[in-house]
Each structure stands twice: as C-alpha cells, then as structure tokens.
C-alpha cells in the first residue's frame, strides 16, 4: 500500500508539469525559430512608403496582419512554456515585446491599407504615408530591446552566476545540444542563402544582429562534454 501512495504520489507530481519544464536549450531552439519567422514575414513589408506601387502597398497591408498574427501566435506559446530561473523572469518582457509588435504592425498595416484605397496625394494618403516613420520607429526600438536581452538569454546554457565575459567557462548543455541550436539558428534565418552579419553597428537590423550574437556564442563556446 505504501507503495501504491508513492507511486500515486509520483504519478501526480509528473502530471503537475514540474517534470516537463521548458530546458534552456528548447527555449532557445523555440525562440529563433520565432525571430527567423518573424523576420521572413517582415522582409514583405515596405520599410519606405514614399512612392510605394500599388503591389506594394497590397503587400504591405497582408504581410503586417500575418506578422501581427504571428506575433501573437509566439507570445502565446512563450506563455505556455514552463521555464525556471532567468528565463522564467525574462518571459513576460518578452511576451510584451511581441503583443506591442503585433500592435504596431497592425497599425503599419491599417497605414499601408488606407494608402492603397486613397488616391496618391490627397490628404488622406499623405496622412497616412506621414504617420508611418513613428510606427516604424516604435518598432526599431522594441528590435533594440530583443537585441540587448540576447546575451541574457545566451547566459541561461551556463553555470548559474557564471560570468558570460568569461570564454573559457563551458555551457551547461552538450556538443551535439550546442551544434543542434547553432544549426537552428541557420536554419530559422536561413543563413545558407543570406549569412547573418559578420559585424554589428548602428545601422545594423537588430533582429539579425541577435541572431549572430547567439551564433557566435554558441560557436566560441564549448559543450558540457568538450574539452
């Protein structure tokens, strides 16, 4: 019997999700596949809405109402992970950061809808083409807001209250765990066909500039397992 209680015990600890929180690595893993995602969706929406054509605007319009969806979508799978530690901290800002992005690309969208049904230089249409550079800005902030929590979230595969400055400290997770993720990475913004960038700077898109900061980590770092 008293087996029986320790098993039902068991059984009930396991079904109460404390046996399946979300490792860092899968966060991770879910995370790029996010951002690269997001990205794809992005590149069809017109960053410069001075003289777009009308396939543009149509475009425009679609793609930020799919990229608004999909933002949603991941916010909402964030919040359904179980995560613990720094993670478990950072996924809220995170998931606010996405529902304030899907906001705003709504917005975009609405700007890009009302230019293409307004006849090019009436006050409706240059209202409209005006009000974009702020959305636009909103939504570069936030990007620089993801890129600056990206070391953050590197942090998490090492040894709790480790120093990330510190290369020669190895990560929590093995050599195939580490390649699989820098293999995510390639994958999820397709860096077989456009190679994230070599170098960072001010001009550079924050979203791909995290990506490559998390790449290099992961490939200056070693495994668990590695000497």
Known sequence: MRRLIGLTILSLSLCSGAAFATTPAEFISTYVGQLGRQQALKARIAQDLRNPTAGQLKECTDGSIALSKNLHDDAVALKAMSLTGDLAKMAPTLIN????KAVQ???YGAICSTMSKSPAGSKTYLGAAGAAPAVLAHLAATDRVIFQGMPLIAASLLPPGTDIRNPGTHLT?????????????DTAFDAGQKPLPSEIGPNSDAILASAAIL???LTDRKGVNER
């Open 105 to 107: 690309h709504l917005q």
């Open 173 to 185: 997770i093995t050599k195939a765990q580490r390649l699989k993720l820098v293999a995510d990475i």
């Open 215 to 217: 790449r290099a980590f």
């Open 97 to 100: 950061l996405y529902e304030s």
